[in-house]
């Protein structure tokens, strides 16, 4: 996915999508704060959304989103601003199925539903590490694993 940008991918039912390299976020906080999808909820965005009905995600334990987090934990130094995109949002959706994946440095939330029925979520690893963060204060706020 070389270059690639992703807003949202809105196919309503069966679902199948197979990521065994990591999506990507870039490092151009501008971009994400004024291209993110808005989400009402405490002036939250989105950078990516998946809704629909009988969704199958398997990452095969390689595959998953590294949010490149570092760089907005580093631009926030523990003082968290609007317009952080949540990277991985499941809106709308049922019959879900997540298997063998991970979140790397999610900007905020790292896995978000609203709205979802008969989720079911296996091997999840997320994991936010501010490696700028002076010793003994946490600069990573708000990158909860899962927010709902």
Known sequence: M??????AFDTPYHVQLTETS??????DLDYWRNHSYPVAFQNHAAGFVIT????????????????????WYTAEAGNT????????????VSDVHVDNFY????????????NGTNMQFNNITCNATAVDAPYGENWV???DGFGN
């Open 22 to 27: 990591p999506l990507q976020f870039s490092d």
């Open 2 to 7: 070389d270059g690639a940008t992703l807003h």
């Open 103 to 114: 979140v790397k440095d999610p900007q905020l939330w790292a896995l978000n539903i609203m």
């Open 81 to 92: 601003q609007p317009g952080r995109s949540m990277p991985f949002v499941f809106w709308n």
């Open 52 to 71: 629909g009905r009988n969704i199958t995600i398997d990452g095969y334990g390689t595959g998953g989103i590294d949010g490149n987090g570092n760089v």
């Open 141 to 143: 706020q708000n990158t």
